[in-house]
């Protein structure tokens, strides 16, 4: 496809693609990435505004994970009778005064020696709106980087992967299940996914404390300069500079010291995580917190996220009743540590929940404290688009709560990724 046709298929959303560093891909594979995540975008638009909340995942090109998160929120709105429109979904244009008005997507390309994982970064514009009985009861209008991460079925040497027992093949040689556990999947498995889809409102090094410092110092260089420009028709307005300037001095003096303490304990515990966890893409990691987030928000019953939520979430079910969206915030660790079997993780999150209060919606904003275990041997997540039991190798589906349907097992979901086992709002 070359550029013209490219821009008549897509040229509403945009105009043009800068592929970023190839990593030994052809040239034309952004051109496939970006096809995949266009076709995502267009079946979960669809499936949000028109399809019922079956169990059957009627989207071909997300993994499990992620489209459970998308279930469970579906099947809260329905409880609501929440209708969901997207009036707008659109790439937002990107100015660049040396190269006209182009809409851009950055992709980038992640291999930690395994599997190789895409990141489509777009700036994007969306406008939902929640409909009860032909009534705009809620809207959402959001300007933000959209990343789409997508898991390539391949590795980095061209082969593909066992979904059961991770073996590595040529996909001719999986046509009919795995010759090394003889387990049998269905060879869609290999098509490549989307993994997870994070709405950013700043980088991962961007969503602690350093902005919030930054806050500050913009509001004290506020207080000096803002007043300024009416000095000349009231003078009398002079006398806010030096009251804006004692005010958010002192609160510089009191929060900054501190948030600068608590961004350098996440600094030093986001390196050891990334040296235990070689390949580890923090944005990735970042994503999958938030679809088990997403779906404790979302969970009517504690078996609904037994799979991955390995702590009593009850008392926060009545509190989470009426959540109908919700998108993430701020993001600190507070503590890493590992004994012989494990490792964990303690942070902070903070997420933005829209309730539904019956004849209108109402944001408000949370801070989790969320605490996860992995196991201590370093696996990087290997489901393509199915978990299976590490019992007797039958698919295993998070719908049915990741428990086994032939022989019982629990599916163990801490040799793939993090659990939760510990979860409560502190704010």
Request: net charge positive; glycine share 6%.
């Amino acid at each position: 496809m070359d550029l013209q046709e490219f821009y008549n298929r897509y040229g509403r959303d945009i105009d043009f693609v800068a592929p970023g560093k190839q990593h030994g891909y052809v040239n034309g594979d952004w051109m496939h990435l970006y096809d995949l995540v266009w076709h995502y975008k267009n079946e979960m638009i669809q499936w949000f505004d028109r399809q019922r909340a079956d169990k059957e995942n009627p989207m071909s090109c997300v993994t499990q994970e992620h489209w459970y998160s998308m279930y469970l929120e579906k099947k809260r709105l329905e409880k609501q009778r929440l209708f969901v429109h997207h009036k707008e979904y659109a790439i937002v244009p990107t100015h660049y005064k040396h190269r006209g008005d182009f809409r851009v997507t950055f992709i980038k390309y992640f291999n930690d020696g395994k599997y190789v994982v895409s990141k489509v970064m777009q700036d994007t514009k969306y406008d939902i709106r929640y409909i009860r009985d032909n009534k705009v009861v809620g809207q959402v209008v959001r300007r933000c980087d959209i990343d789409y991460y997508v898991l390539r079925s391949t590795t980095g040497n061209g082969l593909y992967i066992c979904p059961n027992c991770g073996a590595e093949m040529p996909l001719e040689k999986l046509l009919d299940g795995c010759d090394y556990c003889n387990s049998k999947f269905d060879i869609s498995a290999y098509k490549d996914k989307v993994i997870s889809v994070n709405r950013v409102y700043g980088r991962h090094e961007q969503r602690g404390n350093r902005a919030h410092i930054g806050h500050w110092i913009g509001a004290f260089v506020g207080s000096i300069f803002l007043p300024a420009p009416f000095i000349q028709f009231f003078p009398p307005i002079a006398i806010l500079i030096p009251i804006g300037m004692l005010v958010t001095g002192v609160l510089m003096i009191v929060n900054v010291p501190k948030l600068s303490q608590e961004q350098d304990v996440h600094n030093h515990f986001l390196n050891i995580l990334c040296q235990n966890n070689p390949g580890i893409v923090m944005e990735e990691f970042i994503a999958s917190l938030d679809s088990k987030i997403k779906s404790v928000h979302f969970a009517e019953h504690p078996q609904d996220v037994a799979a991955f939520v390995k702590c009593d979430i009850t008392p926060y079910l009545p509190e989470n009743r009426n959540v109908i969206r919700c998108e993430a915030g701020r993001f600190m660790i507070q503590d890493y540590r590992m004994d012989k079997n494990y490792q964990y993780i303690k942070l902070h999150r903070g997420v933005r929940v829209l309730i539904d209060e019956g004849k209108q919606v109402k944001e408000k904003r949370r801070i989790l404290e969320v605490t996860l275990a992995k196991q201590r041997v370093y696996k990087h997540k290997s489901d393509i688009s199915m978990f299976t039991c590490q019992h007797c190798g039958a698919t295993i589906s998070l719908v049915e709560g990741g428990i086994c349907k032939y022989c019982g097992t629990m599916m163990d979901y801490d040799a793939y990724d993090w659990v939760i086992i510990d979860y409560q709002i502190v704010e």
